[in-house]
């Protein structure tokens, strides 16, 4: 397919510009979201950002790039073009969300925050670390992100559970199981972690009756989608004791109202969609690279979005 003219727009445009322009074989125009105007919609054949500008129409354009992992903001209840293909960034999401969770279950075990409020009131109250080995992970999502999690925290003693729709085993896990026999392992899991893409099977997935299903005093961390989440039952589930803590990258509204109760809550850590942010050089490479796949090729893509799928 030859594509000839690539509208970047969002957060990395300049970064991609100056990246890209004479490297890549087509024209680029590159524009912050909000200065980009009807023509340059029109002029070009390909769009590449993190999620549709106003006036966006998927059938204009014959290739769709998402600069970030997920593509809920292009597909998800939203209508899409046969002819269009939407590809995505895979870059290095697996190591970056590996690291957020093992950091944020490694100060939850080591008592990061009572030690900061212990200092601050110049006490000294010892209190043993609760060692991560010997826990047990249960991880929505057994794509390459659900799989590095799993590596990482099981080189560290952890037993990891990865809950997929089809349940295939897979040797990054423990055990893998389907969602329909998600109990068998949730209420083993001393974590659970969402890693799964929003789609209309996935959107509210984790609600009253989901969370029932946890081993009572876990800890819940969602580094997919907000509206995967329930909050008000998540809220519920805090209250009665069912889930310990939460920690929170994503929201059902970003950035979360100033009127929200979650951020009052000492039971939950709300981080603003950082997990896994895309940077320049990886956006520039995945660009480049579907690119060059694209114009030998489309069935060479390897980084091709399902739109039946949603991801
Ligand atoms: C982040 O959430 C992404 O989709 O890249």
Redesign the pocket.
């Known amino acids: 397919m030859e594509i000839k003219r690539i509208l970047v727009t969002g957060r990395l445009q300049e970064e991609l510009k100056h990246r890209l322009d004479g490297v890549i074989g087509a024209e680029l125009r590159c524009l912050p979201e909000d200065r980009v105007t009807e023509q340059d919609l029109a002029w070009a054949d390909a769009y590449a950002g993190?999620r549709p500008v106003p006036g966006f129409l998927p059938e204009q354009y014959r290739w769709v790039h998402?600069?970030?992992?997920?593509?809920?903001a292009f597909i998800h209840r939203k209508p899409w073009s046969e002819q269009t293909i939407l590809t995505?960034?895979t870059g290095d999401?697996g190591r970056k969300i590996a690291e957020y969770c093992l950091g944020h279950m490694l100060a939850d075990a080591q008592h990061h925050e009572g030690f900061s409020e212990d200092q601050r009131a110049r006490r000294w109250g010892p209190q043993a670390a609760v060692p991560l080995a010997g826990q047990a992970v249960a991880v929505f999502g057994t794509g390459t992100i659900g799989q590095t999690i799993s590596l990482t925290l099981r080189a560290l003693g952890v037993r990891a559970y990865g809950i997929s729709w089809s349940g295939t085993a897979h040797e990054a896990f423990d055990k893998t199981v389907s969602l329909r026999e998600a109990a068998v392992v949730l209420d083993q899991a001393d974590w659970v972690i969402n890693t799964l893409p929003l789609t209309e099977q996935t959107e509210a997935l984790f609600d009253e009756r989901l969370i029932a299903l946890m081993k009572p005093g876990c800890a819940f961390i969602n580094?997919g989608?907000g509206g995967s989440l329930v909050e008000p039952d998540l809220l519920r589930a805090l209250d009665r004791g069912q889930l310990r803590k939460a920690v929170l990258?994503?929201l059902s509204v970003e950035p979360l109202p100033d009127t929200s109760p979650l951020w009052s809550r000492p039971d939950i850590k709300i981080t603003p969609?950082i997990?896994?942010?895309?940077d320049a050089e990886e956006a520039a490479q995945a660009l480049l690279d579907t690119w060059n796949a694209l114009q030998q090729g489309e069935n060479l893509l390897a980084n091709r979005v399902n739109i039946e799928r949603g991801y």
């Open positions: 993190f998402a600069l970030g992992a997920g593509v809920d995505r960034t999401f580094v989608r990258d994503v969609h997990a896994a942010v895309t």
